[in-house]
């Protein structure tokens, strides 16, 4: 099983431009989320989504987009990079339930410049 | 809303010392309890979860962690650390539905060194 597969693995931008972060499960996850880490800051949630078609904000939702056309997918686009965004970037799912856990990507390193 | 605070940001032990890292949580009603591990240069991995029952729960590679709900605390331990612990562990809550990708709260992480 591939689990949850990130692209790419490293990037670097310029400050201003755009790119989308890649985000695909193969588990049949209802739930999906993206995270940034940060030295000492630990993993703070980025957006989530319940399903296809519905998303929300975590805690730090500036700056990122996201949407859920499929259950498989949960694209992170950054419209105009900053180099506040250079970071780790964790993509994780779950299925729905009261009693679950998350699996993560194996993380897109990014670094603005 | 709900935070995750984790004593100790490095901790440095010999092969072989017993290991305990700090976590408290502060939110009202009832959470799910995870404990992962990163390993250097790779993704979250889980070590142990709580979500309701016997409060002492073993995990993977010999690790447990003890819910105490009069301290919100779910500390994690293992007796007898070895070099290949080195890694960078994490203490998470949900207090939603479950332990999904749909809220995960962190702390900020320990940094554990293992020394030969």
């Known amino acids: 099983n591939a689990g949850v597969t990130q692209t790419p693995k490293f990037q670097v931008l310029k400050t201003g431009q755009s790119m989308t972060l890649q985000c695909a499960q193969d588990?049949?996850?209802?739930?999906m989320s993206w995270y940034r880490q940060d030295p000492g800051m630990g993993l703070r949630l980025i957006h989530y989504?319940?399903?296809?078609?519905?998303?929300d904000q975590g805690e730090v939702p500036n700056g990122y987009n996201v949407s859920r056309s499929t259950t498989e997918d949960f694209p992170l686009r950054l419209l105009s990079a900053a180099p506040s965004q250079t970071s780790v970037y964790f993509c994780?799912?779950?299925?729905?339930?009261?009693?679950?856990?998350?699996?993560f990507g194996q993380g897109t390193r990014l670094t603005v410049v | 809303a709900q935070s995750v605070s984790q004593h100790n940001h490095h901790v440095i032990l010999s092969e072989a010392a017993s290991l305990e890292l700090g976590c408290n949580y502060s939110?009202?009603?009832?959470?799910?309890l995870f404990w992962y591990v990163q390993y250097p240069g790779q993704h979250l991995q889980l070590l142990l979860k709580?979500?309701?029952?016997?409060?002492l729960v073993k995990g993977i590679k010999g690790f447990e962690a003890e819910f105490i709900k009069s301290k919100f605390s779910f500390n994690l331990r293992k007796p007898s650390v070895q070099w290949s612990d080195t890694a960078e562990y994490f203490c998470?809550?949900?207090?939603?539905?479950?332990?999904?990708?749909?809220?995960?709260?962190f702390g900020k992480g320990t940094h554990l060194i293992i020394q030969p």
């Open positions: 588990m049949n996850h209802e739930y």
């Open positions: 989504s319940v399903g296809a078609g519905i998303t």
């Open positions: 998470a809550v949900n207090p939603y539905s479950g332990g999904g990708a749909d809220g995960l709260t």
């Open positions: 994780a799912s779950s299925y729905r339930g009261q009693i679950t856990e998350a699996f």
């Open positions: 939110y009202g009603g009832t959470v799910n």
């Open positions: 709580y979500f309701s029952g016997d409060p």
